[in-house]
């Protein structure tokens, strides 16, 4: 069942907010269903913990509600997990290897994200082999990841004849990511702006709106 419906959302959506996960279980059911209700195009699972019951679990449930909003859930790094829940694809790292081999297991049609930093040339050698879309930031001070090295505007008009769907990360506000939007982010991703606003389905209409406005 879980595979029927996930297999139905594997395609990319065109723009929007991507939400991630901020591993936080007690919360993270309500919070991601706020999320969606308030107009999210994507959802990434990204948990760390070794508590692989946990994850499965939590994984599983993000898969059925997903499903039932009709948008993609994406599991950051974990190949094997995203296809046990019948995720809709993946988000690799560098280091994690590559489209090929996630789809490889994951079916043909699985959305495979690349974390691209604030490199072109990364972005061009993910695109040739085969990614969804990549990914960039942080562009700016992140509270999820404080050390992340910074990505400028520029690298987003630079690559708008990538072919794939860009990606912005990287403290991401309501007032900060309509620049983004202009430089020609398709997709704004953020972790705290909106699993760590005080109203998660607020949060997320209102950044969702900077691709409607």
Excluded: W
């Excluded at 993910?126 to 879309?133: D, E, V």
């Excluded at 992140?142 to 992340?148: E, L, R």
């Amino acid at each position: 069942m879980i595979g029927h419906h996930a297999e139905r959302m594997s395609t990319l959506p065109r723009n929007g907010i991507y939400a991630i996960t901020d591993g936080q279980p007690h919360r993270l059911l309500a919070r991601t269903e706020q999320a969606l209700a308030g107009g999210v195009a994507m959802i990434q699972y990204r948990d760390l913990g070794d508590d692989h019951p946990r994850r499965f679990a939590e994984a599983t449930a993000l898969a059925v509600l997903c499903a039932r909003y009709g948008r993609p859930l994406i599991i950051d790094h974990d190949i094997a997990l995203a296809q046990a829940v019948g995720a809709a694809g993946v988000h690799l790292g560098q280091a994690e290897g590559d489209p090929a081999a996630a789809r490889a297991v994951l079916g043909s049609q699985s959305i495979v994200g690349m974390s691209c930093y604030a490199s072109t040339e990364l972005a061009v050698a993910a695109a040739r082999a085969g990614a969804s879309y990549v990914s960039f930031g942080a562009f700016f001070p992140s509270p999820t990841k404080p050390q992340a090295g910074r990505a400028r505007l520029e690298l987003l008009r630079q690559t708008a004849t990538l072919g794939i769907a860009r990606v912005a990360i990287g403290g991401i506000t309501p007032d900060n990511g309509r620049s983004l939007v202009d430089a020609g982010a398709d997709f704004i991703a953020t972790v705290s702006a909106v699993f760590g606003a005080h109203d998660t389905r607020a949060a997320a209409a209102n950044l969702a709106a900077l691709f409607t406005a």
